[in-house]
């Protein structure tokens, strides 16, 4: 259709336009780009009064999907060869995942999930299912 009736039916907001100005929408290419994508979604998604604008909703779910095509493409989402609790560890931080709230995922207690995430306490089969669900990731990873 022509660029007219484009503009009619689809309308962004200035939030939306503000994030692109921020950081374009268009395949990410380096690890550096993934890691500023990571951030910049982590910093929208963990706002105090989560709350988001539509076009900032818009924005998220397009970055996303930019993301996810970097991980298919990299196949590595997290570092390779890093022990359980590396991981662990690595996934919580970068999501913003101290021990209570790392405790609520689990159905645990906030010391029993610190002692996880220092590695003093083993990552039973549960914790590693219950891990793999909360961050989409393989629960091969945590065992």
Do not use: C
């Amino acid at each position: 259709p022509p660029m007219s009736t484009l503009s009619k039916t689809l309308t962004a907001t200035d939030d939306y336009f503000k994030l692109v100005r921020a950081f374009p929408l268009r395949p990410i290419q380096t690890p550096d780009e993934y890691e500023q994508a990571g951030k910049l979604i982590n910093r929208l998604l963990g706002r105090t009064d989560g709350k988001l604008k539509a076009g900032e909703l818009d924005y998220v779910a397009a970055l996303a999907l930019l993301v996810e095509d970097y991980d298919r493409k990299h196949d590595h989402f997290v570092p390779p060869g890093r022990t359980p609790h590396e991981v662990l560890r690595y996934l919580a931080e970068e999501a913003g995942l101290g021990p209570t709230k790392l405790g609520n995922v689990l159905g645990t207690t906030h010391a029993m999930a610190s002692l996880m995430l220092h590695g003093k306490r083993g990552i039973s089969a549960a914790a590693a299912r219950a891990l793999g669900d909360y961050f989409k990731v393989d629960r091969g990873l945590f065992i």
